[in-house]
């Protein structure tokens, strides 16, 4: 079955890195965009990150532009968020996400069960 | 705030019928992007309920149904279940700035 496995997440000092990783099976990850999207505790959703099938498309939030970096690994069906110079306000759990089209079109249907990130010193 | 207004709360009794409101503007519905809805049980990931105003995903129940009015899209749910309390966020793209995907900031539903 289509599924989608994050792992990485963790508890980082504020001003540190941390790299998430997405493990897709159950379809041809090469052919699809993907998405990060994060919840804060108790809070609603918000989009992170988009990148085209092929990797040379990115997308960015304002929130995170220029301190997060999505990248993926189509040989190994692996999606990335390399996050830099975090800050308490990126504390969530970050979800992968699917996109139904090779390119955007911008929604999301397929969830993984999502990786706790908290930034607290 | 959500760029789409979404009630914080709406409640039913089992076998009722419960419809929930997304209200967005002019850069957003309001200029022809599509409003996709999800369903987040408690302590899970969410998941597609709606895609495109009105199409169901394989699996998603009848029940489930979305609309369109101009700038705002609702989701109604028929015959209520216990199984339906959960959060219900709508979704779409806004064209202002550099563009992005935008939630609604959720609507709890609790059935009584």
């Known amino acids: 079955q289509v599924q989608l496995v994050e792992s990485g997440g963790g508890v980082v000092q504020p001003g540190g890195s941390l790299k998430l990783s997405c493990v897709a099976s159950g379809f041809t990850f090469s052919s699809y965009g993907m998405h990060w999207v994060r919840q804060a505790p108790g809070k609603g959703l918000e989009w992170v990150a988009f990148i085209h099938y092929g990797g040379s498309d990115e997308h960015y939030a304002d929130s995170v532009k220029g301190r997060f970096t999505i990248s993926r690994d189509n040989s190994r069906n692996t999606l990335y968020l390399q996050m830099n110079s975090l800050r308490a306000e990126d504390t969530a759990v970050y979800y992968c996400?699917?996109?139904?089209?090779?390119?955007?079109?911008?929604?999301?249907?397929?969830w993984g069960r999502g990786t706790l990130v908290t930034v607290s010193s | 705030q959500s760029v789409l207004t979404q009630p914080p709360s709406v409640s039913g009794a089992p076998g009722q019928r419960v419809t929930m409101s997304c209200t967005g503007s002019s850069s957003n519905i309001g200029a022809g992007y599509d409003v996709h809805w999800y369903q987040q049980l408690p302590g899970t990931a969410p998941k597609l309920l709606i895609y495109?105003?009105?199409y169901r995903p394989s699996g998603v129940p009848d029940r489930f149904s979305g609309s369109k009015s101009g700038t705002s899209a609702s989701l109604a749910i028929t015959g209520l279940q216990a199984e339906d309390e959960a959060d219900y966020y709508c979704?779409?793209?806004?064209?202002?700035?550099?563009?992005?995907?935008?939630f609604g900031g959720g609507t709890k539903l609790t059935v009584l």
């Open positions: 996400a699917k996109d139904p089209g090779d390119r955007a079109y911008w929604y999301f249907d397929v």
């Open positions: 495109g105003y009105f």
């Open positions: 979704q779409s793209y806004d064209s202002s700035l550099s563009g992005s995907v935008v």
